[in-house]
């Protein structure tokens, strides 16, 4: 950890700390109150969630875990799992020296987020839990995948539409960086309410958005399921989800809702995965309502 004051930790730009002896990267931009992001996957790079609306409000802090991008590996490859990355979390919290600071996970950023707020209350003044659950397992897979089904199905005309299903059943640890995100990739449009609708839109951003196979090496010690303890995070709680979302869905949504203390579930009629994207000001008045 370095000595650089609060105004150096939060300056715009890209950053990089040593935490544990490994690269820690996050980038900074915009101004007021200090929401930091965590990306989804594990493994997808930070700059899908890249909310240029919520800098004009926020200091947004854009994690980027390790094992992607430019931040560092562990040497130990079964080490990521989510007390790693809730440790590499605090520990840019803490080298902002910014107080308590909000905590925006989104996907399994979310179970970061969760993680984090049940193991440091202090340092949280809010968190955006956003299209994300509070427990995986056979029945929240099993959900995703049916639910993926319908939607190749319902799309069967639309280009690429057969090789979702396949591309999503067939992620797994063995494959390689390039393999990964050409997976991540042919599986995109599921993310999205409309792609076919918005193509021009999106397609860009289908064709920059990368995984990292190193973070899917990770064994959790106990499978992810916060839900008896939920009512510990006292913090308030923005809870937002797309309709459409196959994989987090309003299902998980409403069960974070009923199990934590102080949270409002926003849901947008007609997002999927990505409402930062397919409906920014929507998603920009809900978070910045939330965070005043």
Not at 151 to 171: D, K, L, N
Request: glycine share 10%; aromatic share 8%.
């Amino acid at each position: 950890m370095t000595g650089t004051t609060t105004a150096d930790a939060l300056r715009a730009g890209t950053h990089t700390i040593e935490v544990e002896g490994i690269a820690q990267r996050y980038h900074v931009a915009g101004t007021g109150p200090v929401c930091l992001t965590h990306s989804g996957g594990p493994g997808i790079g930070w700059e899908y969630l890249r909310m240029p609306a919520l800098e004009q409000h926020l200091t947004m802090v854009y994690v980027e875990p390790i094992g992607t991008g430019e931040s560092g590996r562990l040497a130990d490859p079964s080490g990521y799992h989510l007390d790693t990355y809730s440790r590499f979390t605090h520990a840019v919290i803490e080298h902002l020296d910014a107080g308590a600071v909000h905590l925006l996970g989104h996907s399994h950023g979310g179970f970061v987020a969760q993680h984090y707020a049940l193991a440091h209350p202090d340092r949280i003044a809010g968190l955006v839990l956003y299209d994300t659950s509070p427990v995986t397992g056979a029945e929240f897979w099993g959900s995703a995948v049916s639910n993926i089904q319908q939607f190749a199905t319902a799309h069967a005309e639309a280009p690429g539409a057969a090789e979702i299903m396949p591309a999503f059943t067939s992620q797994h640890p063995g494959l390689n960086d390039a393999q990964l995100t050409e997976m991540l990739r042919t599986i995109f449009p599921a993310y999205v309410a409309d792609y076919w609708g918005r193509a021009a839109e999106f397609a860009p951003l289908r064709q920059q958005i990368r995984i990292w196979q190193a973070p899917m090496l990770g064994v959790e010690p106990q499978p992810f399921d916060v839900r008896p303890r939920l009512a510990e995070i006292t913090a308030p709680s923005l809870i937002v989800v797309g309709r459409h979302d196959f994989i987090c869905g309003p299902t998980w949504a409403r069960m974070l809702e009923s199990g934590l203390p102080n949270a409002k579930l926003v849901e947008f009629e007609n997002c999927g995965h990505l409402g930062h994207l397919e409906d920014p000001a929507q998603f920009t008045a809900a978070v910045t309502e939330f965070i005043g």
